[in-house]
T-cell receptor, first 112, second 114 residues
Framework: AQSVTQPDIHITVSEGASLELRCNYS??????LFWYVQSPGQGLQLLLK??????LVQGIKGFEAEFKRSQSSFNLRKPSVHWSDAAEYFC??????????FGKGTRLHILP | KAGVTQTPRYLIKTRGQQVTLSCSPI?????VSWYQQTPGQGLQFLFE???????NKGNFPGRFSGRQFSNSRSEMNVSTLELGDSALYLC?????????????FGPGTRLTVL
């Protein structure tokens, strides 16, 4: 069965520091992979997606993610975080029937 | 262009009651999906409607149902509410509902069952 694992429930980084959020997936075929962000009181917003091609994907708000098939990973990175990046981040995998399976999320805290 | 709107934003019900939540998609979007978000289970897919037909369904009991109208607006209904139904219910719309089209999420309806 398809699944998505985000090993870190909470992550705290200082403003200006680099960030990497981990995501591992389980899916038999070539996966469609997504990262979403949810700010408090709001719905989810798509940061970036990977369908095929270049394994390094650029997204909005300065985020990028790298697809590594050998490690079944799709980690999200940002070189320098801002206080406004504090939110919950969800990794997701898309299935062949167009359903999206979400990870449990990683809550990002930013220290001033 | 207006985003996805959900009404009401907050709802308090008691066990055994039923509830109806509403979602208005972005204009031109024909697919509406519903998700349940809880701290323990995370985001779980409920169902998806496209052109008034349920096209996909998650693993939820029959107490959870939905429908879509000709203007693409969608409602979901939960009957015989249980305490465990307390959650944030998110609606998402997209042009066609396939993975190639971005899903746009509404702010959600926070349902509390007492």
């Amino acid at each position: 069965a398809q699944s998505v694992t985000q090993p870190d429930i909470h992550i705290t980084v200082s403003e200006g520091a680099s960030l990497e959020l981990r995501c591992n997936y389980s899916y038999g075929a070539t996966p469609y992979l997504f990262w979403y962000v949810q700010s408090p009181g709001q719905g989810l917003q798509l940061l970036l997606k990977y369908f095929s091609g270049d394994t390094l994907v650029q997204g909005i708000k300065g985020f990028e993610a790298e697809f590594k098939r050998s490690q079944s990973s799709f980690n999200l990175r940002k070189p320098s975080v801002h206080w406004s990046d504090a939110a919950e981040y969800f990794c997701a995998v898309g299935r062949g029937d167009d359903k999206i399976i979400f990870g449990k999320g990683t809550r990002l805290h930013i220290l001033p | 262009k207006a985003g996805v709107t959900q009404t009401p934003r907050y709802l308090i019900k008691t066990r055994g009651q039923q509830v109806t939540l509403s979602c208005s998609p972005i204009s031109g979007h024909r697919s509406v999906s519903w998700y349940q978000q809880t701290p323990g289970q995370g985001l779980q897919f409920l169902f998806e409607y496209f052109s008034e037909t349920q096209r996909n369904k998650g693993n939820f009991p029959g107490r959870f149902s939905g429908r879509q109208f000709s203007n693409s607006r969608s409602e979901m209904n939960v009957s015989t509410l249980e305490l465990g139904d307390s959650a944030l219910y998110l609606c998402a719309s997209s042009l066609t509902g396939t993975l190639y089209n971005e899903q746009f999420f509404g702010p959600g309806t926070r349902l509390t069952v007492l």
